[in-house]
């Protein structure tokens, strides 16, 4: 049976034989993640089969442990890209992973040092031989329907990323409000369901005007959890759900096209969420997260801009050191082409970019101060990668303290999260009802 080319990769120190302490799966319409971590470096090698498509991975000097013998019930039926697994001895040291493989795949096969909580973890990230842009593919699909990029307002929103995987036993993915049971009395806020939106105007003989494209971008996923509350909730769920609840608050409105840089359990890495929104050519984005301090009783909304002359705080910078880690948590491929241009990307910002993300955020601010106490009065500023787009004005919305018990309390509950959506989507709306001109051609 032919072999396609041969591939290795070798981590620089081996070890004896160990246990695999981990291994995980995380499927997305994009790509499918598999992650093996363990107490030391891996020393592997890994190489294809055709006719069907086999991705076949040997581990040296790893013991074959109870975490790699359930790694095949981890796969679903409806994963993408891996039609199932089988793990076995290759030798008496070394153990062969075979991914039985439902299309043809460019895999990227690497190592990640130790870092937070993790230890050495050696990752596959299962990319389609053509892979499907989701982005470009909604574009492509507005342009012929509507011939301006954009569809009209009685098209049927398309979420970016469909990803259909089940959920695992080991890596529940986020569901629904996690609360069903709202802290505090009194209902969800109605405001956004009480303004009845306008219609852009039609003109004879011209083209209805675009509509706002705005990317809400749900921080962390998959191997990188965010922060962590005392009661186990989890930043990453958290804030998906918030964003899809601004999506939902927006969606109805003609005048806005909303769009998520992940719409489900998996790890995006910082450069390439500023890259789908300049894809998208947005005219905002918003990137949702849930604080997380050293002292238990910081507590507070807060609403952060780029910054090219240092933080405005101490624990803006702190917040950005800590956010812009999230690439090391979550497990990069640094030999891969586009760190260069991801480098180069994240060095750009104008000063236009800055004003204007520094008013949408005093919008913003101002909704939020009506639902939840404000850590700080005024938009604060700090070098966070994810605010980078040199041309799209961009904040940073931290929905309140995780690491404080009352408000991780907040977090948990489908009242405050209809409330927060409310607020962000009212503050987007007074922004481009005061900017309206800001759409992009």
Request: no cysteine; glycine share 6%; charged share 25%.
């Amino acid at each position: 049976m032919p072999l396609a080319p041969f591939a290795s990769l070798y981590a620089t120190d081996a070890s004896a034989a160990t246990k695999i302490n981990a291994a995980r799966v995380w499927p997305a319409s994009e790509y499918t993640r598999v992650t093996f971590e363990a107490p030391s470096a891996f020393k592997f090698k890994y190489f294809f089969v055709k006719d069907p498509e086999r991705l076949v991975l040997d581990i040296e000097n790893i013991e074959l442990g109870d975490a790699l013998k359930t790694l095949a019930a981890k796969v679903g039926n409806d994963d993408p890209y891996i039609k199932s697994v089988r793990v076995g001895l290759n030798k008496p040291t070394v153990v062969r992973v075979v991914l039985d493989l439902k299309t043809e795949v460019l895999p990227q096969v690497f190592a990640v040092a130790p870092v937070g909580e993790f230890g050495h973890r050696l990752m596959l990230d299962i990319y389609p031989a053509k892979p499907v842009d989701p982005m470009l593919a909604l574009l492509n699909e507005d342009t012929a329907a509507f011939g301006q990029g954009l569809p009209s307002q009685n098209s049927t929103p398309t979420n970016l990323d469909n990803s259909t995987s089940a959920s695992k036993p080991s890596e529940p993915m986020p569901a629904p409000p996690i609360n069903n049971k709202p802290n505090g009395a009194g209902t969800p806020s109605t405001a956004t369901a009480e303004k009845t939106p306008e219609s852009p105007p039609i003109i004879a003989g011209k083209k209805r005007p675009r509509p706002f494209v705005v990317v809400l971008d749900p921080g962390h996923g998959g191997e990188d959890p965010g922060a962590v509350g005392r009661m186990g909730t989890r930043e990453k769920d958290v804030v998906l759900t918030i964003s899809r609840l601004i999506k939902d608050s927006l969606d109805d409105d003609p005048r806005y096209r909303i769009a998520l840089t992940r719409d489900g359990d998996f790890f995006v890495p910082l450069h390439h969420r500023v890259q789908r929104a300049r894809r998208l050519k947005a005219d905002l984005f918003v990137s949702v997260h849930a604080d997380a301090f050293t002292h238990p009783q910081a507590n507070g909304s807060s609403v952060f801009a780029l910054s090219e002359r240092g933080a405005t705080s101490t624990a803006a910078k702190w917040l950005a050191n800590k956010e812009n880690e999230a690439d090391l948590i979550g497990g990069i491929n640094m030999n891969t082409q586009d760190a260069g241009l991801a480098r180069i990307l994240l060095d750009l910002s104008t000063t236009a970019q800055i004003n204007d993300s520094l008013k949408i955020g005093r919008y913003v601010l101002a909704e939020l101060g009506e639902i939840n106490r404000l850590h700080k009065p005024q938009v604060e500023q700090a070098g966070f990668a994810v605010l980078k787009a040199p041309d799209i004005p961009s904040i940073l919305v931290e929905t309140a303290f995780i690491s404080n018990l009352e408000e991780e309390k907040k977090l948990r509950s489908t009242q405050y999260q209809s409330k927060f959506a409310d607020a962000l989507a009212d503050g987007i709306r007074t922004y481009f009802k005061k900017n309206p001109a800001l759409a992009r051609a």
